[in-house]
């Protein structure tokens, strides 16, 4: 079955910076897109990065663009989102997901993903 299990969340002050660890089990494919979201009180679950691992394309939202930098560790089967430049309004919790398709374009849609994590909270305070 396959897992995956998120770390790293913590209470951080605005400027600051964290780093999102999702380990990955049951799921050795060479080829597959990685993902993370976010999901804040009483908001719609947003995509915030991806990575396609056979060539190491990633994509990411507008708000995140030139903070938020995510990679995979192929040997560890480990997914990071390293997040510099934090501000309140990331404050939210955030999952990891993974899967082999992913239409084109759609690449930060939650839907388009079967397998999640639970999820790991960061909170940005002013």
């Known amino acids: 079955q396959v897992q995956l299990v998120e770390s790293g969340g913590d209470s951080v002050q605005a400027g600051g910076s964290l780093r999102l660890s999702c380990a990955v089990s049951?799921?050795?494919?060479?080829?597959?897109?990685m993902a993370w979201f976010r999901q804040a009180p009483g908001k719609e679950r947003e995509g915030v990065a991806c990575?396609?691992?056979?060539?190491?394309?990633?994509y990411y939202a507008d708000s995140v663009k030139g903070r938020y930098t995510i990679s995979r560790d192929n040997a560890k089967n480990t997914l990071y989102l390293q997040m510099n430049s934090l501000k309140p309004e990331d404050s939210a919790m955030y999952y990891c997901a993974t899967d082999l398709y992913v239409v084109p374009g759609d690449f930060l849609d939650p839907a388009e993903y079967t397998y999640w994590g639970q999820g790991t909270q960061v909170t940005v305070s002013s």
């Open positions: 990575i396609y691992t056979d060539d190491g394309t990633t």
């Open positions: 049951e799921f050795d494919y060479s080829s597959i897109y």
